[in-house]
């Protein structure tokens, strides 16, 4: 059974910065891209960033583009998502998602339960 | 990396078929075959219920289909269960390895 639990959310500053990890289980997880996708309190998802398989390409939206960066340890099964210049908007469930294929994030397979982030003085 | 468009809201009687549309532009939903949809209920996570455009995960009920023409993707549920009362979102392989979602669509089943 394929699990993704996530974990590192919590209250930070507006400018501050925060490490969000997911832990993988259930799957070759070298095998896969994956994805951070974010939910703002009663907004719709909103697509982060990705990462292939082997670690080697990251892609991020142009609202995440110098602030964020997502990582994955293949030899641990975990994937992080480090968020430098935190803004308010920034404030949202975080889900760890895996792709269908390797390379690029075509489609969202699974999901995790997500994370709370809030940004606020 | 503009959003998907969705109705914001569609609703439907138990029994009735209703039909979500995502429209987007040829940098995505129609450059690619990479549509898929999720359905969300209250302080739950996404889960999917068509990817590939018209392709259902195992254990997802055949009264959800999927299809696209052109920039616009569709998913249709028929036979509509009250348990169908949820949030959906469509989402899109998008050009820069990128993806984009829709707005999200409320299904209310009156």
């Known amino acids: 059974e394929v699990q993704l639990v996530e974990s590192g959310g919590g209250l930070v500053q507006p400018g501050g910065s925060l490490r969000l990890s997911c832990a993988a289980s259930?799957?070759?997880?070298?095998?896969?891209?994956m994805s951070w996708v974010r939910q703002a309190p009663g907004k719709g998802l909103e697509w982060v960033s990705g990462i292939s398989g082997s670690g080697g390409s990251t892609y991020n939206a142009d609202s995440v583009k110098g602030r964020f960066t997502m990582c994955r340890d293949n030899s641990k099964n975990t994937l992080c998502l480090q968020m430098n210049s935190l803004r308010a908007e920034d404030t949202a469930v975080y889900y760890c998602?895996?792709?269908?294929?390797?390379?690029?994030?075509?489609?969202?397979?699974?999901w995790g339960h997500g994370t709370l982030v809030t940004v606020s003085s | 990396q503009s959003a998907l468009t969705q109705p914001a809201s569609v609703s439907g009687s138990p029994g009735q078929s209703i039909t979500i549309s995502c429209t987007g532009t040829?940098?995505?939903?129609?450059?690619?075959?990479?549509v898929s949809w999720f359905q969300q209920h209250p302080g739950k996570a996404p889960k999917v219920i068509i990817y590939?455009?018209?392709n259902r995960p195992s254990g997802v009920p055949n009264r959800f289909s999927g299809s696209k023409s052109g920039n616009t993707a569709s998913l249709t549920i028929s036979g509509l269960q009250a348990e169908d009362e949820a949030d959906y979102y469509c989402?899109?392989?998008?050009?820069?390895?990128?993806?984009?979602f829709g707005g999200g669509t409320k299904l209310t089943v009156l």
């Open positions: 590939d455009v018209s």
């Open positions: 989402s899109s392989y998008a050009s820069s390895s990128t993806l984009v």
């Open positions: 998602a895996k792709s269908r294929t390797k390379t690029t994030v075509t489609t969202i397979e699974y």
């Open positions: 040829s940098r995505d939903v129609g450059g690619y075959n990479y």
């Open positions: 259930g799957f070759t997880f070298s095998s896969y891209a």
